[in-house]
């Protein structure tokens, strides 16, 4: 299979596109975006709750680093969407990672079962940034890590209600409308979802049309 640069991709009308040939195996990579939302907000308080009764965080610190944990995802959202979802497919490799973590939703906007990574992955992504972080910070990785998580589970929220619904008449649509231009007019722009702070910081906005 031939990959192309996701700015060659067009977006098709038709609403589901296959991951892979094995009807089981593309079943278990699509979910309703719900699923995943709620898994990571429960695991965000069940992280709080067992760094509450096992550690001697401070509630000072955890009213400091969970904000700074969800601000550190619109962070990673942005980068990872730009240099890895949007990296050059210049080898077969890079082809499969691009086209599967991001190049079949630019092809299948429309596909609402692919707006989230699936339960399973969830649980492994979850442990995964806990462990990591706690590499990183210690104790502290349980204040942060659950605000990491509510930005990824806000960042599934939004991204669930763009692609989803009509533009609506709220702060909503302002997202919308950004998204949209990544999806439908230029895909070199535009690449925060849950905020567009980045794309300001790092002056990747969509150019406005004068007059």
């Given amino acids: ?3 192309k640069p996701i700015n060659q991709i067009q977006p098709k009308n038709s609403v589901r596109g296959k991951m892979f040939d094995n009807p089981v195996l593309d079943k ?11 898994m990571l907000v429960l695991f965000g308080f069940g992280f709080l709750y067992w760094g509450a009764q096992h550690t001697f965080v401070t509630l000072e610190t955890y009213a400091m680093l969970v904000p700074v944990g969800i601000l550190s995802w619109t962070l990673f959202e942005y980068l990872m969407h730009k240099h890895l979802y949007h990296m050059l497919p210049t080898n077969k490799v890079k082809g499969w990672i691009q086209y ?20 399973i992955m969830i649980i492994l992504i979850a442990f995964l ?3 990591v972080f706690r590499l990183l910070m210690g104790d502290y990785a349980f204040a942060f890590t659950p605000g990491f998580l509510f930005g990824y589970a806000g960042y599934l929220f ?34 925060g979802v849950s905020s567009p702070l980045w794309d300001y910081v790092f002056g990747t906005l969509p150019k406005k049309k004068k007059g």
């Fill in 1 to 3: 299979m031939d990959y």
């Fill in 28 to 38: 278990l990579t699509t979910t309703h975006a719900a699923i995943p939302i709620t």
């Fill in 100 to 119: 599967n973590m991001h190049g079949l939703h630019h092809e299948y906007p429309k596909d609402k079962s692919r707006l989230a990574m699936p339960p």
């Fill in 129 to 131: 940034f806990l462990g």
């Fill in 158 to 191: 939004v991204h669930y209600i763009v692609h989803a619904y009509r533009p609506p008449k709220n702060i909503f649509k302002t997202l919308w409308v950004h998204h949209a231009i990544h999806h439908y007019k230029d895909p070199d722009v535009a690449f």
